[in-house]
């Protein structure tokens, strides 16, 4: 029985994160729901412009194949790996289909049903599980579909418990000087030629504590559950709380219940609070994420024209990959902030994926120029010892066209930006 995880259209929910990254591929804590499987899934469904990428990714497996194994088991991309129960499914008929709502979740079909379901995914459109042709399909109660994410906050909503059990049964490979202050008795564990300065202090009373291979830690505080990715620095007074740091990042100021993807920056003072933030993102100076309302009442995102009730407190900010703040940028709670988007000043709404945001500083929004998109991001890489890749490129392109719409619904300008 061989797995192949899909997509489903709440990719659109996880807008504009979602839009450079297959969902399996947003981190929820320190993994990915493709990391968390323990048996390596080995057909990949994603949406066509990212097959390039996901390939790129995934090496090792077939993306958006022609044709499939009659024996595989098609599992959503947000349904954490604990929830499908491998044991029972090969107790099930040739074909079925476990449905929430009207959500596909795990399912064996026939050539027809898979066709269909590849075709939809490919084209990022709605599954219909009537078009599925399953024998026989099962629909849970709301209960029953623990581990399945609906919504961008649900991470932020378990990153604690998601680092708690990541950051359990890591061994440590390196020794802490004794200068380090520890608390707390869960795991402690430091990768390969990682250093910790003395004065830091380590607080594991409430989760366990991971810093990666050739990671660099300054005299800061980090409290548990929290994991640091290798090779990335963290400067002198850091403060870091129940938080994801990935690969490779420069880290400063204060991070808290938030997730900070790879080769990202935040160098510098300011704070970042549930938050999740993606790749090759550029914080400035003194840049601060609101995540609380004054009245203290649920922060509310918006979703199309609407607004939905998150149902929690406190909520930051979901920002894209290559995205870039100035100095002194105060983005307000519940704010998507897309692809590659530059941000001035004052953020009190979401702002679309290419566009140079300053609103607030008395600037007219305009499209950021492909080619300068293209151009800094190769620098970007470059500082990292990275080069990019053609099908990086195409993707970039392929976004840029995806989320045109956007930009023309809220009035960003083509032309020069210009204070």
């Known amino acids: 029985m061989g797995i192949a995880l899909f997509e489903d259209t709440h990719w659109l929910n996880f807008f504009p994160i979602s839009l450079t990254r297959a969902t399996f591929d947003i981190k929820v804590g320190a993994r990915s729901f493709f990391e968390e499987h323990q048996v390596m899934p080995e057909v990949l469904l994603t949406r066509e412009h990212l097959a390039g990428v996901t390939r790129e990714r995934h090496g090792q497996c077939k993306v958006n194949p022609s044709s499939f194994d009659n024996d595989t088991v098609f599992v959503n991309g947000l349904l954490h790996p604990s929830a499908i129960y491998p044991e029972r499914l090969e107790k099930v008929g040739h074909t079925f289909a476990i449905i929430a709502g009207q959500r596909l979740l795990v399912a ?43 919504e961008p906050w649900d991470i932020i909503s378990i990153i604690e418990n998601s680092l708690a059990l990541q950051t359990t049964y890591i061994q440590s490979e390196s020794d802490l000087g004794p200068g380090v202050r520890v608390a707390g008795n869960h795991t402690i564990a430091i990768g390969r030629n990682a250093s910790v300065e003395d004065g830091t202090v380590l607080d594991a009373r409430k989760g366990g504590i991971y810093i990666g291979p050739e990671a660099y830690v300054a005299t800061s505080r980090i409290v548990g559950p929290a994991y640091i990715g290798g090779s990335t620095q963290v400067k002198q007074f850091t403060i870091i709380e129940s938080s994801y740091v990935g690969y490779n990042c420069r880290i400063a100021g204060e991070i808290e219940h938030s997730i900070i993807s790879d080769h990202t920056n935040k160098a510098h003072a300011g704070f970042i609070g549930h938050s999740y933030i993606g790749e090759w993102v550029n914080i400035g100076a003194m840049t601060t994420t609101s995540d609380l309302k004054m009245t203290y009442g649920n922060v509310k995102v918006g979703s199309g024209n609407a607004k939905v009730d998150t149902g929690q407190s406190k909520v930051g900010s979901f920002i ?88 023309k619904r809220a009035g960003v300008r083509k032309a020069k930006f210009a204070l």
């Not at 026939?110 to 995914?121: F, M, P, Q, R, W």
Request: charge should be positive; aromatic fraction near 6%; charged fraction near 25%.
């Open 108 to 150: 064996r079909l026939d050539s027809k049903g898979t066709e269909y379901l590849a075709e939809s995914v490919a084209s990022g459109k709605k599954i219909d599980v009537k078009k599925l042709n399953a024998q026989k399909s099962t629909q849970l109660k709301a209960e029953e579909t623990q581990g399945l994410l609906s």
């Open 320 to 407: 894209a990959d290559m995205a870039k703040t100035s100095i002194g940028t105060l983005i307000y709670s519940g704010r998507r902030i897309g692809v590659s988007s530059h941000l001035y000043g004052l953020v009190a709404k979401d702002v679309p994926s290419f566009t140079i945001y300053g609103a607030s500083i008395g600037a007219k929004n305009a499209e950021l120029e492909l080619r300068s998109v293209i151009d800094t991001q190769k620098k970007m890489m470059s500082r990292r010892n990275q080069t990019m890749s053609n099908t990086y490129e195409q993707m970039i392109k392929d976004v840029f066209s995806i989320t045109a719409g956007e930009r």
